[in-house]
């Protein structure tokens, strides 16, 4: 399995992204109020949240600011 079809933690999102565990539960919290562009998408295993790596590098991607752009 290729490191992009892994799943991680949101602990392990969290430092990647260097946020703390705290804001991308809020992040997930905005998705489900309807903000889908918030967070990386993510799976739920039960109790337990995951997210696909790909996913997670596609939805950074898609943050990034060339420069002069605003968003």
Known sequence: ????ERLATPRQVAEWLQCSERTLRRKR??????DNTAGPPWIEQGRSIRYSWLDVHR???GRR???GEHG
Do not use: K, N, Q
């Open 59 to 61: 939805w950074a991607a």
């Open 29 to 34: 919290d905005r998705v489900r109020a309807g």
């Open 1 to 4: 399995m290729s490191t992009a």
């Open 65 to 67: 600011i060339r420069g």
